[in-house]
């Protein structure tokens, strides 16, 4: 995360599009809550309290986190973003295109364009990306959770509490099925069923979309917020973490700078009620460490070259950064299919996920348009990273299809088996709408 300006920095070792996608866990109403506790940063200014914990970031992480803690603690979260509820591009699965493909700057997607090429989103809005994403559910496995150091039956404990809000079963229609039939021909078995477990074999997994089309997002888990215990501040901008040095072995955080959707600069600090006080910044894999490094925390020479007061130096910070491989391939069709997003995966033993969406044209453009936006899962790309195409061999009736590879990331045995499966899927359905494999 390094480079270009002091807010985006980014070796990120992208590998790219869109046959895998490896997906992560978590993700996230049909009546909007009306939360007493949400307000606009402008309006409650100054700030007369000070806070048990103070959250950067009311994200996928961050809004389950702040709902928890205001059960014995006083919680402030601080969001850059507005509400989610009552924009269909958000709440609505056929709109998934629409909030990737909006690049203003109050838009809830903040594009940005790794080194290596990939176009992305970062989330702006409260919900975080379960706000932008594709949707899908699913349960870490035990030995994920294991070697994370995390407490296995706090987790197990922790999932019906996230699921019986946002995880639906989703209706498996006729391209997903036929998805989940061309999975288990081409042999990834067993066949699971429907399981929120990430198990080897296909699956029809959870999705945050409930049958109706609606998104349930992160937000919708501040509903087990004590409302007397939590403040949520929307378009608050954190801008540095406060550190006190003075008598200190260590600096020692007590409060964040933030600015609100006018431009005026605020501060909010931390209690001393408790010890366990703490700043937790949920600001996403991006927003996290950038901020840490615009807080003076980070490589010092990197930090200097932006002028930035050096409190800790920390060649960690902001290193290693890595996206996920993701090979996609566009296939158009003359005939429409139904409008889905992910529902099943192909879970491989060698590490690999297969999982495919249908049916989504773009921003009204013509079906077999090139010029259909889809974020991260968009054809348009630098082309030169585009090497390889798989798929070509049964797919080069249609015009565009782009799909990209990082030549890294091959696979010769993943390749066979994806061939297969293309081949299996087009004389399944007669061809389709921009579906992505
Ligand atoms: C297009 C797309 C499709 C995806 N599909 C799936 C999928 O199907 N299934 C799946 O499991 N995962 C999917 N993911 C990944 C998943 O959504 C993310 O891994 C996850 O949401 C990240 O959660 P987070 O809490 O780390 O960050 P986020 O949810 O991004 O939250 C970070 C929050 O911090 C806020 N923030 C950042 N900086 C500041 C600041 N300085 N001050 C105040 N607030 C700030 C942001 O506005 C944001 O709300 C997808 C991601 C994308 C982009
Ligand atoms: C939301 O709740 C507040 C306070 O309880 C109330 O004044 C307001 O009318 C409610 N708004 C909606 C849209 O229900
Ligand atoms: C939805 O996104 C489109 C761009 O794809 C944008 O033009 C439109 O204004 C957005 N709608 C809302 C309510 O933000
Ligand atoms: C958590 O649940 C999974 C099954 O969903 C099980 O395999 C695992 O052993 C459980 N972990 C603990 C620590 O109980
Ligand atoms: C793990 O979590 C469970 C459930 O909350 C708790 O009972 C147990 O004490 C925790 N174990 C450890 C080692 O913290
Ligand atoms: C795309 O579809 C339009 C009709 O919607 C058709 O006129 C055009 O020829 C098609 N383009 C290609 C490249 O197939």
Redesign the pocket.
């Known amino acids: 995360m390094r480079g270009r300006n002091s807010s985006m920095a980014t070796p990120l070792r992208i590998c790219v599009l869109c046959l895998i996608f490896c ?5 996230c109403g049909e009546q909007p809550p009306n939360y007493t506790f949400v307000r606009e940063a402008s309006d409650v200014s100054p700030l007369r309290e000070a806070f048990d914990y103070i959250i ?7 809004c389950p986190l702040a709902a928890t803690l205001s059960s014995k603690y006083r919680v402030l979260v ?4 507005g509400v989610p509820y009552g924009n269909p591009n958000i709440t609505r699965l056929e709109n998934f295109p629409r909030t ?1 493909a909006d690049d203003r700057p109050d838009s809830p997607a903040q594009r940005f364009i790794s080194t290596d090429g990939v176009i ?7 919900g ?3 706000c ?7 349960r870490a496995s035990p030995e994920y959770v294991a070697r994370l150091g995390w407490n296995g039956t706090l987790v197990n404990e922790s999932y019906p509490w996230v699921e019986a809000v946002v995880a639906h079963v989703p209706i498996v229609r006729e391209w997903q099925s036929a998805v989940r039939s061309g999975l288990l021909e081409v042999g990834i078995l067993p066949d699971n069923g429907e399981t929120y477990d990430h198990i080897i074999g296909t699956k029809v997994g959870g999705s945050i979309f409930d049958n109706d089309g609606n998104r349930h997002t ?1 937000a919708d888990l501040l509903q087990y917020a004590d409302p007397q215990n939590i403040l949520v501040l929307i378009h ?4 540095r973490i406060l550190f006190r040095t003075r008598g200190m072995r260590r600096p020692r955080a007590y409060g964040v700078a ?1 600015t609100d959707s006018r431009g005026s600069i605020h501060r909010a600090y931390l209690s001393r009620r408790t010890s366990r006080s703490e700043i937790i910044l ?4 991006l ?1 996290s460490p950038q ?1 840490m490094m615009l807080s003076g925390i980070g490589p010092a020479d990197h930090l200097q070259s932006f002028n930035i007061p050096v409190l800790s130096d920390n060649s960690e910070v902001g290193a290693g950064m890595a996206d996920n491989p993701m090979n996609a391939v566009f296939v158009p069709s003359p005939n429409p299919t139904e409008i889905s997003l ?1 529902e099943v995966v192909g879970i491989t033993s060698f590490g690999s996920f297969i999982e495919c969406s249908s049916g989504f044209t773009g921003n009204g453009l013509a079906a077999n348009s090139s010029e259909v936006f889809l ?2 899962m968009s054809p348009q790309r630098d082309r030169s990273i585009i090497t390889h195409n798989p798929c070509l061999g049964i797919a080069n009736r249609y015009p565009i299809i782009e799909p990209t590879c990082i030549t890294d990331c091959y696979y010769t045995y993943f390749y066979g088996l994806y061939y297969r499966l293309c081949r299996k899927l087009r004389s399944m359905l007669k061809g389709m709408f921009y579906t992505i494999i």
């Open positions: 997906v992560f866990q978590w993700c950067v970031g009311g994200g996928t992480a961050g601080l969001e850059r973003g990737l992305s989103s970062r989330a702006r809005v409260l975080g990306s379960s932008l994403n594709a949707g899908f559910y699913t992160a608050a901008n954190v801008h933030y949920s600001a996403g894999a927003g901020l992910i974020g991260i």
